[in-house]
């Protein structure tokens, strides 16, 4: 766990720009609940809602590790005062922003990802959500 830790750091390290490095890194440890509006493909498009359940488990500054709907779930904080939170879990690629404080921790963040397979024969399938994220 600790040489996984290790590389999550240091890509994210090679990834953060220096600025942001200098401004503190917010606690995301804990439980959260993802609501989200999703849309996915192939044809015709179905449209859902969609509710998804993330622990992050390990943080290290800006970088954070856990699990998101049972995949392993890595990101890095970085942008203005670090609230811009970029991620992976499952091979889909996400981005949110740290939006709610209550008690000097963010309780609430937007959060959006795409993920795209393609299948046999070849077809694309594509899934694009967007919602609010909220720490239990």
């Known amino acids: 766990m600790k040489t996984l830790m290790r590389k999550v750091v240091l890509g994210a390290v090679l990834a953060v720009p220096t600025a942001a490095l200098a401004a503190p890194c917010h606690n995301v440890l804990g439980a959260w609940t993802f609501t989200l509006a999703c849309v996915g493909r192939p044809s015709p498009p179905h449209f859902d809602a969609q509710t998804l359940h993330g ?6 500054g800006c970088v954070f590790l856990g699990t998101l709907n049972g995949f392993r779930w890595v990101g890095a904080l970085a942008g203005d ?3 811009t939170v970029h991620s992976d879990f499952g091979n889909a690629k996400a981005v949110g922003e740290l939006s709610r ?3 000097g921790l963010f309780t609430e963040m937007t959060f959006t990802y795409t993920y795209s397979e393609f299948g046999s024969p070849p077809v694309t399938y594509s899934t694009a959500c967007t919602g609010t994220v909220t720490r239990d």
């Not at 622990?55 to 290290?60: A, K, N, P, R, S």
């Open 55 to 60: 622990v992050v488990t390990d943080q290290e």
């Open 81 to 83: 005062g670090n609230r």
């Open 101 to 103: 404080r209550r008690d």
